[in-house]
C-alpha cells in the first residue's frame, strides 16, 4: 500500500505515452503530453506526504502543527504554469498546422523525411 | 559587482518584457528595436566577461533572497558561477550577440517577438549555465525550450517550420517530463534541491537502483536535447527550417548545454554517488561514438544544406559527449574546447548559407550548383569555416579533438581516434564539397533529392532574395566568428587554462564545500589522471590527415562521374544511404516518442546489467 | 516505420522502462514517509520569518521566489509565441474578411447559457481578485487568481457578448499587461539589488501580524503582479484561440 502512489505514476506515464505514439491525432497527442505531465503531479504530491499532517497553512492553526512538505507542492504549481504554456503554445502550432496541412494526422504533417 | 551573475540573467528578461510593453512604440521604429537588442546583448556578453575574469581565482556563489545554507542544508536557490560554466554563458552570449546583428538587415520584417524571444532564450541559456539548484535547472531548460519552440516556427506560413517546431517541442517536452520524474524522485530521496546538498547526501550511501535511475531519467531529457543517438531525430527537422540567425543558435549553443548539462549533472550530484565509473563511463562514450558515427553518415548524403550542416552537428555532439564521456580532465578539456571552436565555425557557416538564400534564395545544394560564384567574399568565408570544421591543425576544433583523442590513447582505447577521424573526414567532406560545388562550380552538381523542392522559391518568404550586395552587418560577424576559430587555436597556455577550470569543475567534493560552507578550495584535487593538455605530434599528423582526406573524399564526390572506374560501377559516395537514412528519418514524431522509450528502455537495461 | 514496427518497439521499450522506473522508485521511503529535510525546515520557520501564513505561497514567492520569475517568463514566452504564430495568420485571413458582425458569424447561444456566463463574470474577477490579494494567507496566489480573471474572461465570449470581448481584448493592452506582469515582478527583485540586497531578498516591511492582508512584505506584492501576469497571458492565449475559431465560422462552409 505504501507504494500504492508510486505504481499509480507509472501507470499514467505509460498511458501518456501510449497516446502519444499511437496518436492519429495532433489534439489527441497534445492531450497526451499532459497526461504524461500529470504523473509527476503525482509523484512530486506522493514524495512530500507526511502521514496524518495536515496542509502547511498556519492561518487557523498552531504555528508548529506538523505538515507535509510545502515545497513539493510550490513546485507542482510552477510546473501547472510551465505545462499550460507549453500547451498554449503547441495548440496554436496545431490550429496553424491544420491551415496548412489541412489534416491534424501526425503521419501526414510531414514535410521533409528523410 | 557580486551582482553580475544576477544581472546577467535579469537584464535580458526585463527588456524583453520593456520591448513587449513598448511594442506599440517600437514596432514602426525597426532600427531602435533592433539597437536595444543587440545592446542587451553586448551588456551582457560584457558582463559575462568580466565574471569570468572574477571566478577564474574562485566559484562565486550567489544566494538568491539572502537565504545563505544552514548547516549544509540550503533553503534558497544559489547560482554556483565557475570558470566553466560562465565561459559557456559567455559563449551562449556571444552567438545571440551574432545573431542580433546578422539579423539587422536579414529580415525584411520583423514583429516585437522576435527580440523578445531572443532575449528569453538568452537569458534562459545564461540561467541555466550558472544555476546550482537541479530544479531552478529545469526552469531555466524549459525557458530555452518554450522560446526556441517559438522561434523556430517564426515564419508560419510555411509547412516545413510547423512540422519541425511540432516535432522539437513535443520530443523535449516528453524529456522534460522525464526530468522532473528524476527530480522528484532524487527529491524524494535527498529532500534537497541544492545540487551541491544531494551531491553530498548521495555520495554518503551506497549507490542503490534509485540513484541510478535518478540519474538516467534527469539526463534524458539532456540527451535529447543535446541530440544523442537515439534521441536526435528532432534535430535535423527543426534545424532545417528555424530562420538562420536562429539556426546559429541551436547548432552553436543549444546542443552542447544539453551536454553541458549532462557533465554538470554527473559531477555535482552523481559522480561519487554512482560510483562504477568504469560503466558510466562506457556508457556515454558508446553513445557518443554511435551518435558521431550515424549523424556523420545522415550527413553526407543530405541534399538540404541546413539539414546537413544539422547533422553535422549531431555527429559532433556525439564527439563531445565521448570527450565528457572519458570522464577525465583531458577529455573534458578536449571536450570545451572543441565546443567553442565548434561553435564559432557552425556560427559562420549558418550564417554564409544565411548570405546563400538572401541573395540567391535557396539551400537546395543541386540546384544551387555553382550558382553562387558571385558571392566571392562568403565563399572564402565558408571555406574557412569548413576547413575549421574539418579539424583543420591550429583551429580550436582541432585542439579540442586532439585532446580527446590523446585522453582516449592514454585510457588505452584508440578505437576512439579512428571513429573520431572517420566522422570527421565524412562531415569535412560533406561541408567542402558543399564549398566546392555552391561557391566554386567545381564537378558536377549532385544528384537531385526526389523529396526536396527545387529551385528558388524555397524558403524565400525568410528574406527577399535577389539583392545586389551582401550587406556589411551579415558578413562581417560570419568572418570574425571563423578567424575567431583561428583565433582561438593560437591563445597560448588555452589547454592548461581550460584543465585547471575543468579541474576544479569535477572536483566534488571541493564544489560542494564552496556552496555549502562558502570555503575556497586551493587545489581542487583531479577526479581522475591525466595527461597534461598540449599539442602531440600525433594530434597534428591525425589533424592534417583528416583534412586532407576530407578534401579528398569531397572532390570524390564532386568529380566521380568524371572518373570511368567509378561512373561504370554507379558508385556515387553516399547513394546506398538513402534507403535506410529516408526510412529512419520519417518526420512522424510518434516514432521519434518511440524511438525515446526504446531507447531509455535499452540504456537503463545496460546500466543495470553492468551494475548489478 | 510500419505501424506494427512502431508498437512492438514501443511495447518492447516501454516494459524495459516501466519496470526499470518502478524499480527505482521502489527505493523511495513510501508514501508518508517523507524524510525531509528541506520541507520541515521550511514549515518550522516560514511564518516566523515571512509573517505569511501560507507557507506554500512564501516559499513560490520568498525562498524559491527566482524559480517563479523563471517560470513567468516562460509563460510571457509561450504567450509570444501564440501571439506571432497566430496572429501573423490572422493577418492574412482579415484581408478577406467583410465587415459582418461578430454576431452573425456564430450561431446565437442560448438564453440559459448567456444568462448565467454573465451572472459568474462577476463573482469570477471579484474571486480572481481575492485570490491575488491573499497568497500570504491562504491556499491561494497569483497564478489561481490570474487564471480565474482570465475564465472570467472566457466567460464573456460564453455569453455570446462579442462586441464586449471585442473591445476588452486589443492586442497590444494585453500584451503590455503581461509584460508588466513581469517586468514588475523581475524589478521587484532588482530593487532589492538597487537596495545592497541580494536579489529578491524581502526588504519591505513585514507586518505585525502574521496571516494579515498586509503583511509578509515583498510576497503580496509578488503575487499581486503575478496576477497581473497570469491574467493577461491566459486571456492573450484565449482571445488568440478563439479568434480563431471565429475566424473559421465566418467564412462559412469549411
Same mark, same amino acid.
Given at each position: ?114 | ?612 | ?13 516501454? @516494459?524495459?522502462? *516501466? &519496470?526499470?522506473? %518502478?524499480?527505482? /522508485?521502489? =527505493?523511495?521511503?513510501?508514501? $508518508? +514517509? ?44 509561450? @504567450?509570444?509565441? *501564440? &501571439?506571432?504564430? %497566430?496572429?501573423? /495568420?490572422? =493577418?492574412?485571413?482579415?484581408? $478577406? +474578411? ?61 455569453? $455570446? ?94
Amino acid at each position: 500500500m505504501q507504494y500504492l502512489p508510486f505504481v499509480v505514476v507509472a501507470w499514467i506515464l505509460s498511458v501518456g505515452l501510449y497516446g502519444i505514439v499511437t496518436a492519429r491525432h495532433l489534439v489527441q497527442q497534445i492531450m497526451c503530453l499532459i497526461v504524461v505531465q500529470s504523473s509527476t503531479y503525482v509523484l512530486l504530491l506522493g514524495v512530500g506526504y507526511v502521514t496524518g499532517a495536515v496542509a502547511p497553512y498556519y492561518s487557523d492553526i498552531p504555528v508548529h502543527t506538523s505538515a507535509v512538505d510545502p515545497v513539493v507542492q510550490a513546485l507542482a504549481l510552477t510546473d501547472v504554469v510551465v505545462e499550460a504554456a507549453v500547451t498554449a503554445l503547441l495548440l496554436a502550432f496545431a490550429i496553424q498546422a491544420h491551415k496548412r496541412f489541412g489534416t491534424l494526422d501526425p503521419h501526414e504533417l510531414v514535410e521533409l523525411r528523410g | 559587482m557580486d551582482q553580475l551573475p544576477v544581472l546577467s540573467v535579469v537584464v535580458p528578461l526585463l527588456v524583453a518584457a520593456g520591448l513587449t510593453a513598448c511594442g506599440w512604440l517600437l514596432r514602426p521604429r525597426r532600427r531602435l528595436l533592433d539597437a536595444i537588442g543587440i545592446a542587451t546583448c553586448a551588456a551582457v556578453v560584457a558582463m559575462l566577461a568580466f565574471l569570468m575574469t572574477r571566478v577564474a581565482r574562485g566559484d562565486e556563489v550567489y544566494w538568491f533572497a539572502g537565504f545563505r545554507p544552514h548547516r549544509d542544508v540550503a533553503i534558497g536557490i544559489d547560482f554556483a558561477a565557475g570558470p566553466l560554466s560562465t565561459g559557456l554563458a559567455c559563449l551562449a552570449a556571444v552567438m545571440v550577440l551574432s545573431s542580433m546583428i546578422f539579423s539587422w538587415r536579414y529580415f525584411d520584417e520583423i514583429s516585437t517577438y522576435f527580440h523578445t524571444l531572443m532575449l528569453t532564450f538568452l537569458a534562459g541559456m545564461v540561467g541555466f549555465c550558472l544555476t546550482g539548484d537541479v530544479f531552478d535547472l529545469f526552469v531555466w531548460f524549459e525557458l530555452m525550450g518554450v522560446s526556441a519552440y517559438a522561434l523556430t516556427a517564426y515564419r508560419p506560413e510555411e509547412r516545413g517550420p510547423l512540422q519541425g517546431a511540432l516535432n522539437f517541442a513535443i520530443t523535449n517536452s516528453v524529456g522534460a517530463y522525464l526530468m522532473l520524474s528524476g527530480i522528484a524522485v532524487v527529491y524524494g530521496r535527498t529532500g534537497a534541491l541544492n545540487m551541491a546538498q544531494i551531491g553530498a547526501t548521495l555520495s554518503r550511501h551506497r549507490p542503490d537502483g534509485l540513484v541510478l535511475v535518478a540519474f538516467v531519467l534527469i539526463i534524458s531529457a539532456l540527451m535529447i536535447k543535446s541530440a544523442i543517438v537515439p534521441f536526435q531525430f528532432w534535430l535535423a527537422d527543426a534545424h532545417a527550417v528555424a530562420p538562420t540567425p536562429v539556426c546559429v543558435l541551436f547548432s552553436g549553443v543549444m546542443v552542447e548545454l544539453g551536454l553541458y548539462g549532462i557533465a554538470r549533472v554527473y559531477w555535482s550530484m552523481f559522480g561519487d554517488a554512482l560510483g562504477h565509473r568504469a560503466t558510466v563511463s562506457s556508457l556515454l562514450v558508446v553513445l557518443g561514438l554511435l551518435t558521431a558515427v550515424v549523424g556523420a553518415l545522415f550527413c553526407f548524403r543530405e541534399r538540404h544544406i541546413k539539414r546537413l550542416l544539422a547533422f553535422s552537428t549531431i555527429s559532433h555532439s556525439g564527439l563531445f559527449l565521448t570527450g565528457i564521456g572519458l570522464l577525465t580532465p583531458l577529455g573534458l578539456t578536449g571536450a570545451a574546447a572543441y565546443v567553442i571552436g565548434h561553435a564559432l565555425v557552425k556560427a559562420a557557416l549558418f550564417l554564409c548559407v544565411g548570405v546563400v538564400l538572401h541573395r540567391v534564395g535557396s539551400v537546395n545544394e543541386s540546384w544551387l550548383h555553382g550558382r553562387a560564384r558571385h558571392l566571392r567574399l562568403t565563399g572564402i568565408i565558408f571555406t574557412v569555416a569548413a576547413i575549421g570544421l574539418a579539424d583543420m591543425p591550429v583551429f580550436a576544433t582541432w585542439l579540442g579533438k586532439g585532446w580527446i583523442e590523446d585522453s582516449g590513447n592514454t585510457l588505452g582505447k584508440p578505437w576512439i581516434t579512428v571513429i573520431f577521424v572517420l566522422a570527421s573526414v565524412l562531415v569535412g567532406g560533406a561541408v567542402l564539397r558543399v564549398a566546392g560545388g555552391v561557391f566554386f562550380g567545381l564537378g558536377d552538381p549532385p544528384r537531385e533529392d526526389p523529396g526536396m523542392a527545387k529551385g528558388p522559391g524555397e524558403e524565400t518568404a525568410e528574406t527577399l532574395s535577389g539583392r545586389e550586395h551582401t550587406p556589411l552587418t551579415m558578413l562581417v560577424p560570419a568572418a570574425l566568428l571563423a578567424l575567431g576559430a583561428l583565433g582561438v587555436g593560437l591563445i597560448p597556455k588555452l589547454g592548461s587554462v581550460v584543465e585547471a577550470a575543468v579541474v576544479r569543475f569535477q572536483d566534488e567534493p571541493g564544489y560542494n564545500a564552496t556552496v555549502l560552507r562558502g570555503l575556497q578550495v586551493t587545489h581542487p584535487v583531479a577526479a581522475a589522471p591525466s595527461a597534461p593538455a598540449v599539442v602531440t605530434l600525433l594530434s597534428v599528423l591525425t589533424g592534417a590527415g583528416s583534412v586532407a582526406a576530407s578534401v579528398i573524399l569531397a572532390l570524390v564526390a564532386l568529380y566521380w562521374r568524371r572518373v570511368p572506374v567509378l561512373r561504370r560501377y554507379g558508385l556515387e559516395p553516399g547513394a546506398g544511404l538513402v534507403g535506410v537514412v529516408r526510412g529512419l528519418q520519417s518526420g512522424i514524431v510518434n516514432d521519434y516518442v518511440t524511438w525515446i522509450v526504446f531507447g531509455l528502455a535499452c540504456i537503463g537495461g545496460a546500466l543495470v546489467l553492468a551494475i548489478r | 516505420m510500419t505501424p506494427a514496427l512502431r508498437r512492438g518497439m514501443f511495447f518492447a521499450g516501454l @516494459a524495459g522502462f *516501466v &519496470a526499470f522506473y %518502478l524499480w527505482g /522508485l521502489a =527505493g523511495l521511503p513510501g508514501f $508518508g +514517509r517523507y524524510p525531509g529535510p528541506y520541507g520541515f525546515i521550511i514549515n518550522r520557520i516560514a511564518v516566523g520569518q515571512t509573517n505569511a501564513t501560507g507557507v506554500v505561497s512564501a516559499v513560490n514567492f520568498e525562498y524559491r521566489g527566482f524559480d517563479t520569475v523563471g517560470e513567468e517568463f516562460i509563460l510571457f514566452a509561450a @504567450a509570444a509565441g *501564440v &501571439a506571432t504564430v %497566430l496572429r501573423h /495568420l490572422r =493577418g492574412e485571413q482579415e484581408g $478577406g +474578411r467583410d465587415e459582418a458582425s461578430p454576431e452573425a458569424s456564430v450561431h446565437a447561444t442560448s438564453d440559459a447559457i448567456k444568462l448565467s456566463s454573465l451572472l459568474f463574470v462577476g463573482p469570477a474577477v471579484l474571486m480572481g481578485w481575492f485570490l491575488a490579494s491573499h497568497a500570504q494567507t491562504s491556499p491561494a496566489g497569483g497564478f489561481q487568481g490570474g487564471v480565474l480573471l482570465a475564465t472570467a474572461f472566457a466567460l464573456i465570449y460564453l455569453s $455570446g457578448e462579442f462586441v464586449t470581448f471585442r473591445r476588452l481584448s486589443p492586442g497590444t493592452a494585453v500584451d503590455a499587461a503581461g509584460a508588466v506582469g513581469a517586468a514588475g515582478f523581475a524589478a521587484i527583485g532588482l530593487t532589492a539589488v538597487i537596495l545592497g540586497f541580494p536579489y529578491l531578498y524581502n526588504f519591505l516591511p513585514l507586518g505585525t501580524k502574521p496571516g494579515a492582508v498586509s503583511s509578509s512584505g515583498t510576497i503580496a506584492l509578488i503575487s499581486f503582479f503575478v496576477g497581473i501576469e497570469v491574467g493577461a497571458a491566459f486571456i492573450l492565449i484565449i482571445a488568440e484561440l478563439v479568434e480563431q475559431k471565429l475566424l473559421v465560422s465566418g467564412r462559412g462552409a469549411r
